[in-house]
């Protein structure tokens, strides 16, 4: 599946860029070669600037810049300002930098997000960035990508054309009831997904075309997942 494919899907997204896992190369150039804005996350920022990336903002709560000095915060305050990278303060102490993160992209009215190096590493990190995304899909559209896998919030009814084979895994953040799908090898037919009872891990498209998912309540994730590193 190629990194093309999956930015065209919203092709005026925001990027945000975690401070978990580096993905390829080849899905980080694609992603910044059609995003238009681009936040940098915390302590990601060392990383970012290491890799010549360009940055519109730097949005945290600033105690976690990979290296604890008074000098290496200075050094980074010049570059921002000869940059014209946005420095902005988040202090909240209760929420994630992703969420505030994507709180600051919806006060600036962006619409659809995407998020790379937000998997991997510390894995409380990953399972709250996966569980915090149904949180906000009323105001903006958000997915999170790595090298195997895009993972988004479903809405109640869903539809969207895949080749046949394509793996597609429906997990339930909490319980998620009658749960409804077309065109899957595993068909939902009105069941109820619950982990750790019951999750739509490891299902596959049947055949060339569209395939369709409903649900009556909950919060259901789609990972759109793939074998092989792009």
């Not at 946005?86 to 600051?104: N, S, V, W």
């Not at 998620?176 to 037919?189: F, I, K, T």
Request: proline fraction near 4%; hydrophobic fraction near 40%; include cysteine.
């Amino acid at each position: 599946m190629s990194s093309h494919h999956i930015v065209r899907d919203n092709q005026e997204s925001a990027l945000i860029i975690a401070n978990g896992e580096s993905c390829s190369m080849l899905l980080l150039d694609e992603l910044m070669e059609w995003c238009p804005y681009v936040l940098v996350l915390d302590g990601a920022m060392h990383r970012v600037q290491e890799l010549g990336l360009r940055a519109d903002a730097w949005l945290g709560d600033f105690d976690s810049h990979g290296l604890d000095s008074d000098l290496f915060v200075a050094d980074w305050e010049q570059h921002l300002l000869a940059t014209g990278t946005e420095k902005i303060l988040a202090p909240d102490q209760i929420k994630t930098d992703l969420e505030k993160g994507i709180e600051f992209l919806i006060s600036r009215g962006h619409t659809s997000a995407n998020v790379i190096w937000g998997t991997g590493r510390r894995m409380d990190h990953t399972f709250q960035n996966l569980s915090v995304l149904p949180k906000y899909q009323a105001e903006i559209s958000v997915s999170i990508l790595d090298d195997y896998s895009r993972v988004y919030p479903l809405p109640k009814h869903f539809r969207k054309w895949y080749p046949a084979g394509t793996n597609l895994s429906l997990m339930p953040i909490g319980k998620v009831e009658e749960v409804y799908s077309e065109n899957l090898d595993y068909p939902l037919q009105g069941m109820d997904l619950e982990l750790p009872y019951r999750s739509g891990s490891s299902n596959r498209v049947s055949a060339d075309g569209f395939v369709e998912i409903r649900y009556k309540h909950g919060h259901l994730l789609l990972m759109e997942c793939w074998d092989r590193k792009r």
